[in-house]
């Protein structure tokens, strides 16, 4: 069976593939190298809107789903008959998302109104705008056995995952307060944990160029965070005589589940090398993010976080495709 690797959890989490050896007989031994390109979605909770003033009425939105585009290197050593190890890392950056727009009444997101349904900043707002950036990195190291009467490998190991949110808030209300009124909200989550998983390979042919394989996976990861809520000018919405700075800072920690599906095809050039690609969903139950955060934020000089960070849960879904070279023994 050929070694494959998924993106598992943590998370995205974010996000790819995840590398076991399968039937580890004499011809299948082999350092395995795989370098591979991700393209992964982020779905929950994280649109952001620009609303009108009749209501709440949105006037433009970011979209429900966040982009993530990033690399994977892996490496697959095996130990002895049936036992391998693998070492892999993920960096994946989702580009700036920006809504703006002119004549709004104010930013609002999941859980959060601000003024009666009116925003952030209030229903005088003429011009808003926000900036959303996420960014997925995560780093393993897993024990794989691959049993001898069927095509399938068991895995196990050690994971850690960082979840960054950052939130830039930026309004003109010239008559409260007066000039640009700006609310920046950061968001750090920082997971590790053990996760276990199964893969097994629906078609393989050992005389044949293609395959097909199947993996599922679960995690459990303690979760460290750090998040912080700061503005000028207008403070998070409350009216200033003058330029006013302030924020307001917390760190607290949470646990969370994370459970990963996957399928991959792969075609065998010949018995060094292939190319493979996959598709991938990771699910997260309790992620910090920067809208709820600031949905449990008292939004005063200085502001003051009332519950601590705000969660949601956080799915990410998408495409891998990476290139492996396997150095056999002479």
Same mark, same amino acid.
């Given at each position: ?7 598992? %959890? ?59 585009? $990033? ?20 960096? &994946? ?5 920006? #809504?703006?727009?002119?004549? @709004? ?8 109104? $601000? ?51 950052? %939130? ?22 920082? %997971? ?39 503005? &000028? ?11 006013? @700075? ?12 994370? @459970? ?20 991938? %969903?990771?699910?997260? +139950?309790?992620?910090?993010? &920067?809208?709820? #955060? ?11 976080? @009332? ?14 495709? +990476? ?8």
């Amino acid at each position: 069976m050929k070694p494959r690797f998924f993106t598992s %959890l943590s998370a995205i989490a974010l996000a790819a593939c995840i590398a076991v050896p399968a039937a580890a007989d004499d011809g299948d031994k082999g350092v395995e190298f795989s370098l591979g390109f991700i393209a992964l979605a982020r779905d929950g909770g994280t649109a952001t809107s620009l609303l009108s003033n009749a209501g709440g009425t949105v006037v433009s939105s970011s979209g429900s789903a966040n982009w993530h585009y $990033g690399a994977e290197a892996q490496l697959n050593i095996p130990v002895m008959d049936y036992w391998g190890l693998d070492f892999r890392g993920i960096v &994946s950056i989702a580009p700036t998302v920006t #809504t703006s727009g002119s004549n @709004v009444g104010g930013i609002g997101f999941a859980d959060f109104d $601000g003024f009666g349904n009116n925003g952030l900043f209030g229903p005088t707002t003429i011009f808003g705008q926000a900036d959303r950036e996420l960014d997925f990195y995560s780093f393993e190291a897993n024990v794989t056995h691959d049993l001898t009467s069927m095509p399938i490998t068991l895995f196990g190991g050690l994971r850690y995952i960082h979840i960054g949110d950052d %939130l830039d808030l930026l309004a003109f209300t010239p008559n409260l307060g007066g000039g640009s009124n700006r609310a920046l909200i950061n968001v750090s989550n920082d %997971l590790i944990g053990a996760q276990i998983g199964i893969e097994a390979e629906v078609i393989y042919n050992p005389n044949g160029p293609w395959s097909l394989d199947v993996l599922a996976a679960i995690g459990y990861y303690h979760n460290s965070i750090d998040a912080s809520v700061g503005g &000028s000018g207008l403070v998070l919405g409350t009216p200033a005589a003058g330029p006013i @700075v302030a924020t307001a800072a917390q760190s607290s920690s949470s646990s969370t589940f994370g @459970v990963e599906l996957g399928v991959e095809g792969g075609y065998q050039f010949n018995e060094n090398m292939s190319l493979n690609m996959g598709y991938n %969903l990771i699910y997260f +139950d309790k992620i910090a993010s &920067s809208t709820r #955060t600031l949905a449990s934020v008292n939004t005063g000089v200085p502001p003051v976080f @009332v519950t601590g960070p705000g969660f949601e849960d956080a799915l990410y879904h998408g495409l891998t495709l +990476d290139f492996t070279y396997k150095f056999l023994p002479n």
